[in-house]
């Protein structure tokens, strides 16, 4: 391992895990706190077609995935918001019509698009330079508006009503969020795949979320573990010669259920010496 870290493409995807890192702790907290795991992996998924249309039309696949990511966030937001009873059947139908346009786009384009796997399932050590300007360029983006409007974010995820009847606009910083999700889950592609992108997202957050109870703290603490995922599983693909993707998502499932089970066991432990206690 020693040895691969003077490749440049090993210090690249180094790099690509701590600027990863930084969108999977803000944004990944927004989504676990807002309970928007379904629409982050439908609009993953949605960005399916993104790609399709790339390699039909020839343009670069991020830019592709990007219009569909955030067309499909704001879809499935718009819909939502104006029929929340029906919001798990509108995330179901962007889900399944993104990936079925991006398997008619790659057939009626000309060719085979050899590096499609790279796109659904991550390659981490294929990242490039230029790569690396989009997710910094994406980071700052994100660092920005959630530092600026944080406090109407915390709100707005904790209570909406209670902000909606303080005059905070409550459906233009859901669609802030939404797209926020949608840029985060172009900046993973290349990290963890279409395919598995969600688990980034929630698993950092969540194992967080059982330890801490402020937004603040969540975001901070999840950027620490998102990028010790990455590193670690970056390591153990590289030693036993796997795909980094999976192993990345592997290491944070593993933590994620130490972590249930550490939480789970301390509340026990409490309960019964306050019994103890009485």
Request: proline fraction near 2%; glycine fraction near 8%; aromatic fraction near 6%.
């Amino acid at each position: 391992m020693t040895e691969a870290l003077g490749h440049a493409f090993m210090q690249n995807a180094i790099a690509a895990a701590m600027l990863g890192s930084i969108a999977c702790g803000v944004v990944g907290t927004l989504v676990v706190v807002n309970r928007m795991s379904a629409l982050t992996g439908s609009i993953a998924h949605a960005a399916f077609g993104g790609l399709g249309l790339s390699y039909l039309v020839g343009i670069h696949p991020l830019a592709g995935a990007a219009l569909f990511s955030l067309g499909s966030g704001l879809g499935i937001g718009a819909i939502s918001s104006c029929n929340p009873k029906r919001s798990d059947t509108v995330i179901a139908a962007f889900w399944a019509i993104g990936m079925a346009l991006g398997l008619v786009f790659i057939r009626l384009a000309p060719g085979y698009a050899v590096d499609l796997m790279s796109y659904l399932f991550g390659s981490i050590l294929s990242v490039t330079r230029s790569d690396l300007l989009l997710m910094a360029s994406l980071d700052v983006v994100i660092l920005a508006l959630v530092g600026a409007l944080f406090r109407r974010l915390v709100a707005v995820s904790y209570d909406p009503e209670f902000a909606r009847a303080n005059g905070l606009r409550v459906r233009a910083l859901f669609m802030l969020m939404v797209c926020l999700t949608a840029l985060s889950v172009v900046m993973l592609v290349r990290i963890a795949g279409l395919i598995m992108v969600i688990a980034m997202m929630t698993i950092p957050a969540s194992v967080a979320r059982l330890f801490l109870r402020t937004v603040r703290a969540m975001m901070i603490l999840s950027v620490a573990l998102s990028a010790a995922f990455m590193l670690a599983g970056l390591a153990l693909a590289w030693v036993l010669d796997l795909p980094t993707g999976a192993v990345i998502i592997l290491v944070s499932g593993l933590v994620y259920f130490l972590a249930l089970l550490a939480a789970r066991t301390g509340r026990a432990r409490r309960a019964s010496e306050s019994l103890q206690a009485q």
